[in-house]
């Protein structure tokens, strides 16, 4: 009988050390919650005499949709300060375990983007890149939250290092981890938001937005006036604010769906999801919408 209770009070202690480890992998800091922004400065390609040109990309979490019975959060970008005339880059999932699992706009495959529930010594490639093997975690606080800082080195550069945090993403910026497979750009994460609160910023850049070149989408009046409605949208979506020419619609995966030569689309034999509209106008300029159909 004594051996009987010495073993069930082990069991017991394994299984609360269990409980323990399960409740950690639980307590995981989400990388993606509804209204998550990141600022992401990009380093261009630099071939002097040119100047060198730094470009800031401005992401935001908004909205979601169903990609193959899967639910994906949007993922939207602007290159605007005043954080105007946003576009769909990609969805973006993420897993009880700290899993995050991109699919970009230009393509229909899934890849792996983060996993915050790897340990020391633990490798992953991205994108079919790089190796990016874990040197070490710790605890570092953000804002008034401890969260997980996870140390790596390339395995073809072992002396060069990456920075993920909890909640945060990588330091080369939400979707750049395993950065340093591109060649000659780089892509920093200037400063990350939760509900428009200021969590992370770069002190080596000591700003949250840095261009040093013009650019003009379209003209930003002539973008103002263009609206699509409904918007989430059953059956129909009309185009308000300039004559079209002809409307390209397309799928998340590029893929083109339908073709309309005025200003109403109709969506019925759509399934839902969402699409990005190429709206070419009278005057020849070229705009794109993002409607979701449900």
Not at 97 to 121: A, I, K, M
Not at 153 to 171: A, T
Not at 179 to 206: K, P
Not at 213 to 227: A, C, F, Q, T
Request: with cysteine; proline share 3%.
């Amino acid at each position: 009988m004594k051996t009987f209770t010495l073993k069930n009070k082990t069991f017991l202690l394994l299984l609360a050390l269990t409980g323990v480890n399960i409740a950690h992998s639980q307590n995981i800091e989400p990388l993606l919650s509804e209204g998550n922004r990141w600022n992401v400065i990009f380093r261009d390609v630099w071939s002097p005499p040119e100047p060198q040109r730094f470009t800031t990309y401005c992401y935001k979490l908004e909205g979601d949709t169903l990609l193959d019975g899967v639910s994906y959060k949007l993922l939207y970008s602007t290159l605007y300060e005043d954080l105007s005339h946003f576009s769909y880059r990609a969805a973006l999932r993420e897993d009880p375990e700290g899993r995050v699992y991109c699919r970009h706009s230009s393509s229909s495959d899934e890849t792996l983007l983060y996993d915050f529930s790897l340990q020391p010594n633990d490798s992953i490639s991205i994108d079919g890149y790089e190796y990016l093997v874990l040197e070490d975690i710790r605890d570092t606080i953000i804002g008034d939250v401890s969260r997980k800082k996870f140390t790596f080195f390339y395995s073809d550069h072992i002396y060069e290092k990456e920075i993920w945090i909890e909640g945060v993403g990588s330091e080369y910026g939400l979707l750049n981890p395993g950065v340093l497979a591109l060649s000659g750009e780089m892509t920093y994460l200037l400063c990350s938001y939760e509900n428009e609160e200021l969590v992370w910023q770069n002190t080596d850049f000591n700003t949250c937005f840095y261009t040093n070149w013009n650019y003009d989408l379209v003209g930003e009046e002539y973008i103002d006036n263009i609206k699509v409605f409904p918007n989430p949208a059953s059956d129909k979506v009309i185009i308000i604010g300039a004559p079209v020419e002809e409307t390209y619609v397309y799928n998340i995966f590029g893929q083109l769906v339908a073709v309309c030569k005025n200003n109403e689309i109709n969506f019925e034999n759509l399934t839902n999801g969402l699409y990005i509209l190429h709206i070419k106008t009278n005057d020849s300029k070229s705009i794109k919408k993002s409607v979701i159909k449900n």
